[in-house]
């Protein structure tokens, strides 16, 4: 057994799920997010502002009913344009 393999979380499903959204403009993550989750009940919230003023980040909870799910919703986030990272 690798070093991965034994270090993993155990993470027991359904459970909320946290995600921090970074972008330039708060109303295209919105949109990202809405885009991405349709009518799925989520809360969205702002988070903090780059000392420039360039960046944004927003908190995203979500309830996720498997790894499969946590996982394809964090690659359809961070494919998005209007998302530059997604933590």
Known sequence: MDAFARCKAQIDYPCVWQYKLIGADRQALQAAVAAQL??????????????????????????????????????????????????
């Open 38 to 87: 349709g009518d799925a009940p989520y809360s969205l919230s702002d988070s903090r502002q780059s000392g420039g003023g360039k960046y944004l980040s927003m908190n995203l909870e979500v309830s996720v009913d498997s790894d499969e799910q946590r996982r394809s919703l964090h690659l359809a986030l961070a494919g998005h344009p209007a998302v530059k990272m997604v933590l």
